[in-house]
Each structure stands twice: as structure tokens, then as C-alpha cells.
Nanobody
């Protein structure tokens, strides 16, 4: 059974930074793609960033490129999302997700991910 537990959310002023963590447990993730998604009230869940567990491939949504950095610590089985230059429009619940490898393309849609955490709230005040 795969478990993903997010932490690190909170309230921050515009321009500030937060680092989200996602602790993964339950299996070996060596071939998995790990991703971050977010969902604002009344909006669909949207892709933020993804990384292969090997770290060789990374993928970002255009809206966060240059501000957010995804990374992972293999020994700790933990995924991170460093968020800098936060904007009010970044306010959302942020979810960690894991995708079983199915091909060469990096998965960018929620339906392509197999396991999800419960999410952590990020609120950016103006």
C-alpha cells in the first residue's frame, strides 16, 4: 500500500517562500514519476511539476517555471516543492502524487497518477 503524506503548507505573504514535503512509504519508487498538483476552490486540479524518481527528468507548468523547484531525496523517500516568489494566484490545496511508469512521456494529467496524498493548504496573501 502506497502512502503519500504532504506537509509544509501555510499562510505566506506575496513574494514569500514555502517548501512542501511529501513523505512516501509502502514500496520502492525507483521507476515512478512523482508529481505535485494543486486545486483552488471551484477549479479543476492542475499540474504543477513532476520528476522521475531517478531525478533525470523534470517537468514544470508554465505558470511556475522559474519560481518553483521540484526535487527528491531518495534516502528519505521524500519529495519536495520549493516555492519562491509566491503570488496570490498560487493559493490552493497542493497534492503529492505518484505515477506508475507507462511510457516515455512525463505524465501531466491527474488521471495519469495512481496514488495521491490528502493535500496541504497554501495561502498567499496580497
Amino acid at each position: 500500500q502506497v502512502q503519500l503524506v504532504e506537509s509544509g503548507g501555510g499562510l505566506v505573504q506575496a513574494g514569500g517562500s514555502l517548501r512542501l514535503s511529501c513523505a512516501a512509504s509502502g514500496r520502492t519508487f525507483s521507476n515512478y514519476v512523482m508529481g505535485w498538483f494543486r486545486q483552488a476552490p471551484g477549479m479543476e486540479r492542475e499540474f504543477v511539476a513532476a520528476i522521475t524518481w531517478s531525478g533525470r527528468s523534470l517537468y514544470y507548468a508554465d505558470s511556475v517555471k522559474g519560481r518553483f523547484t521540484i526535487s527528491r531525496d531518495i534516502a528519505k523517500k521524500t519529495l519536495y516543492l520549493q516555492m519562491n516568489g509566491l503570488k496570490p494566484e498560487d493559493t490552493a490545496v497542493y497534492y503529492c502524487a505518484a505515477a506508475v511508469p507507462r511510457g516515455t512521456a512525463m505524465p501531466g494529467r491527474p488521471g495519469e497518477y495512481d496514488y495521491w496524498g490528502l493535500g496541504t493548504q497554501v495561502t498567499v496573501s496580497s
